[in-house]
């Protein structure tokens, strides 16, 4: 190094962990004994309040080295500054690492819990509001985290949207779960930024040591599969790590590892299951259903892949070929004679907020051919409400284009009359818990639904529909349209043309 000294003051050395895309800042770091200020930059890392590392190569004469003098910062301010997140101000995960130790070293038998508090959802946050927004939320649920955890334990941010909260003291379980109770209750509050509210969720994650792991990287990895069982099972809430939750973990980890391949290995097949003309019982729609069959896993249900996929990014390749096959087959049917008939095929939120998405839905029905009438869009109601301007804006794209757009799942989530005339969906699909309590209070409700529907000129189609009764009770009510296990379970394609022969 000494060599490289004279002429190359700055000799930059990589220091920290974590990474995410929040903060960018200007900062260097000199593996010799100070930091120099300079404006000669060629390359900096320094992200979510931690430095990744810098490196500048300015070469200096004699004259100007040793007018840096004045610049040198001591290296107990750099250590100082390695340990704090720059953006929160909070310890960082090196800053944790050296209390662990500390604690260790004290008392090695000394028993105490870590909270992992993640945010849900935070990836979305940084998309459609940006970093800069971003970061400001983070410094915010940085300040409440602190006033609520008040004296419980040390706060820590070891990585964008994760904290982790060490609590020393020998607490009960009872206890520490309900302090996660009142972190998650505190955090769902709304923030309010440029008039705008957002909120936000938080799960939580608890691991003891030593019950939980025998050292700092286990009891973190632990705390962390306890947050990812508690936002699966359901948002905001709070889970204690067991040996259970790594058997879901590694079956997680085996389905996303089997997903990347499944598309190029051909493994997808689309199922449609028919929608009938309650009056004539003709076959007037199909819905198309994404199955999966795996080598090595076997029969996987949608219920269990389809969240693997959004969670990974996998659903946009993934929903490409499903609409792309969907359209296709629709198209190849009609070549081949039988009657048109629409096939609904099912949006994601992550699918329907990407920037192209529409100019993706006009190439795909150029390429198949596909008349755009014939291509109906389901999109549930947390998609619609997400972004009310964007999902307008977006409605009104495809339905220019001829495309029709259908409203799936009604009634289990927050639409209201305003949203749903607002966004002149054309169809409106009633949710199958609603259909397989009907005879109790809710068929008062799913009439109510049929009534609304028509009203403001959609179809109205009934989901899940399995008995007679149901199916007697749909017709009365002026259902339009029925789908469900009487009628049909989803087909591949080929018993769907014999269908289609019967009838002709």
Not at 24 to 47: G, H, M
Not at 209 to 216: D, E, F, I, V
Request: charged share 25%.
């Amino acid at each position: 190094m000494e060599h490289l000294r004279k002429k190359v003051l700055f000799f930059i050395a990589m220091v920290g962990l974590g990474i995410t895309a929040n903060h960018l800042i200007i900062q260097l770091i000199i593996k010799l004994d100070y930091v120099v200020r300079t404006d000669y930059l060629n390359a900096i890392i320094y992200s979510g309040g931690i430095l990744w590392g810098v490196i500048s190569t300015k070469i200096l004469n004699a004259k100007e080295e040793h007018s840096m003098d004045s610049n040198r910062i001591p290296i107990s301010y750099l250590e100082e500054l390695n340990q704090k997140n720059t953006l929160t101000n909070l310890p960082n995960k090196i800053s944790l690492e050296k209390r662990f130790e500390e604690m260790l070293g004290r008392s090695p038998k000394e028993n105490f819990n870590i909270l992992c508090i993640d945010v849900d959802g935070f990836k979305m946050v940084n998309d459609t509001l940006g970093y800069e927004i971003g970061d400001q939320i983070l410094v915010r649920i940085a300040e409440r985290l602190k006033k609520t955890i008040n004296k419980e334990g040390e706060l820590f941010h070891i990585r964008g949207d994760e904290f982790v909260l060490l609590i020393q003291k020998e607490d009960s379980m009872e206890k520490i779960q309900k302090l996660s109770e009142t972190i998650i209750k505190a955090m769902a509050m709304s923030f309010v930024f440029s008039e705008k509210e957002i909120h936000l969720t938080v799960s939580v994650g608890i691991a003891g040591y030593p019950w939980g792991g025998s050292n700092l990287n286990l009891l973190l990895q632990n705390a962390h599969i306890a947050v990812q069982a508690a936002k699966e099972s359901s948002k905001s809430k709070h889970l204690v790590y067991d040996d259970s939750m790594n058997i879901k973990m590694n079956r997680k980890l085996e389905l996303i590892n089997n997903l990347h391949k499944a598309l190029e290995k051909k493994e997808f097949e689309l199922y449609y299951q028919p929608q009938i003309d309650s009056e004539t019982n003709e076959i007037v729609g199909l819905e198309a259903l994404l199955r999966w069959q795996n080598p090595t896993l076997g029969r996987v249900s949608p219920a269990e892949f389809i969240p693997v996929a959004e969670e990974t990014g996998l659903i946009i390749p993934i929903g490409d070929w499903v609409l792309k096959t969907a359209c296709a087959q629709n198209a190849t049917w009609q070549k081949e004679g039988y009657k048109p008939i629409p096939v609904s095929v099912n949006i994601s939120t992550i699918q329907f907020n990407e920037p192209l998405f529409v100019d993706k839905v006009v190439t795909i029905l150029k390429e198949t051919t596909l008349n755009p009438k014939w291509l109906h869009l389901e999109i549930t109601e947390s998609v619609a409400i997400n972004d009310a301007t964007l999902t307008i804006n977006v409605l009104n794209r495809l339905q220019k284009i001829g495309v029709k757009i259908a409203l799936d799942d009604f009634g289990t989530g927050f639409s209201s009359l305003g949203y749903l005339s607002k966004f002149k969906i054309n169809v409106l699909k009633i949710d199958s818990s609603f259909v397989q309590d009907i005879g109790e209070d809710e068929s008062t409700i799913t009439k109510t639904i049929i009534v609304l529907g028509k009203n403001l000129n959609m179809e109205v189609v009934a989901e899940g529909v399995e008995t007679n009764e149901q199916l007697d009770y749909l017709k009365n009510a002026g259902c339009d349209i029925i789908q469900g296990y009487l009628f049909s379970s989803p087909l591949p394609a080929g018993q769907i043309e014999k269908m289609f022969k019967l009838a002709a």
